[in-house]
């Protein structure tokens, strides 16, 4: 295979990949239930506002405090800046940032097929995972700990369909806030991963609604989907002198930020404001777990797939560490639905959610009733037989003592 196809290849799949991925978390999205917890609209309220307002600030925040635009600019082979040059030799020809006007231009002091060629292209993926929801994956986590499911569906349903106008908005006020004319972003990956997003909810949204009996199928599909691009972005950054074993401690620092600082802000938010225990865990839940698949499409597509996979990758094993043990916490500390001094394993196999548990006890209520109404039968039935007075069966010589009386 020509080596120039197979960076292409790899785009290809990544983009179908995140399209089966977005399709089929929207496709599990349950329209009754969400509007049964639609009025819980203060709860779904913080929901949202830690999705599309606190968690991007946070990570623009992040990136400016720990500089991720400027990395990749001190290595071997990276770019020098010419501000205001109108050429640049990359690769032979004029090269230009594809960023605002196209005015900035870089020029190569080394290997020009190098992945440190590319500025800041941390800076971007980062924004990008802090501006995604991370749709019915957290459902997951609610489910298994005993928060509040039903109040994360609502949630899930209301940022599946505001983030076809929300990530596209903030994308555009956070990279031009960091300086999208000093790093460089990639308009044309970034914009076809939005377009897919936005595509993917609006077919999922539809066939959720027309074909309910088959969610089951497209959980399934998001699934293989998501673990499928996740072994991509690891196989691609972890084969790299520039993955992720390569990057320095603020890279590290930076990416895990906006995922512990979410997580403990919307938590205390939810609390501040008066919501119930389970449904503070599912905001903070919410709030911090995001959709790494997106991002790992963008930087698979990107001129430097190993560095910029590097974030996702990494923040992904931020989050699943930030929610278990904020998850164990929680059900230690009384505020799940399930019993705090019970094993963990029966946690994690019984389900405690209010309206299964309701469901459940009328079940067994039935069944009380049922055993009690069998039992007084049968009580019934031996009173009647020890009345009835006992009464020997006449013998074979009935015949005779008739004809003897007669």
């Known amino acids: ?72 600019g001190g290595n071997p082979g990276a770019r020098t800046r010419h501000p205001g040059e109108g050429t640049g030799a990359v690769g032979g020809g004029n090269a230009t940032t594809g960023g605002a006007g196209g005015n900035s231009t870089y020029s190569t002091t080394g290997a020009g097929n190098d992945d440190s060629v590319v500025l800041g292209v941390e800076a971007v993926i980062l924004m990008l995972i802090t501006s995604s929801p991370g749709g019915s994956y957290s459902n997951w986590w609610c489910f298994l700990f005993n928060g509040d499911l039903a109040l994360s569906v609502a949630m899930t349903t209301v940022s599946s369909m505001a983030s076809v106008f929300m990530l596209p908005l903030n994308l555009a006020i956070y990279l031009n806030a960091a300086g999208a004319d000093g790093i460089d972003v990639e308009y044309g990956p970034l914009s076809i991963a939005v377009a897919v997003v936005v595509g993917g909810i609006g077919c999922g949204l539809f066939v959720s609604r027309q074909f309910p009996s088959k969610r089951h199928v497209f959980h399934t599909s998001a699934n293989v989907a998501g673990l499928s691009l996740i072994a991509l972005g690891i196989a691609s950054t972890s084969g790299s002198s520039e993955g992720l074993f390569a990057q320095p401690w603020s890279f590290f620092a930076g990416v895990a930020a906006p995922c512990v600082v979410g997580l403990a802000s919307s938590f205390i938010m939810s609390w501040a404001a008066g919501l119930t225990k389970p449904q503070c865990m599912s905001v903070g839940i919410e709030t911090c777990y995001q959709n790494t698949a997106l991002a790992l499409s963008v930087a698979l597509a990107s001129p430097s797939p190993a560095r910029a996979a590097a974030v996702p990758v990494f923040y992904q094993a931020v989050q699943v560490v930030c929610l278990l043990t904020f998850s164990l916490v929680s059900w230690k500390s009384g ?72």
């Open 1 to 72: 295979m020509d080596p120039d196809t197979v960076p292409l290849l790899i785009s290809v799949v990544s983009y179908l990949l995140l399209f089966v991925l977005i399709f089929g978390l929207a496709g599990t999205v349950e329209y009754t239930e969400f509007r049964k917890q639609f009025k819980a609209w203060r709860a779904i309220c913080l929901g949202f506002f830690g999705q599309f307002v606190v968690l991007p600030f946070l990570g623009f925040c992040s990136v400016k405090a720990f500089r991720l635009t400027s990395l990749g």
């Open 335 to 406: 505020w799940t639905y399930a019993p705090a001094e019970i094993s963990l394993w029966r946690m994690i196999v019984t389900n405690y959610q209010p309206f299964f548990m309701q469901e459940t006890e009328l079940v067994t209520q039935e069944l009380e009733k049922t055993a009690k109404m069998v039992k007084a039968a049968e009580e019934a039935l031996m009173s009647k037989r020890n009345l009835v007075p006992f009464q020997r069966q006449p013998s074979g010589g009935g015949g005779s003592d008739g004809g003897g009386g007669g």
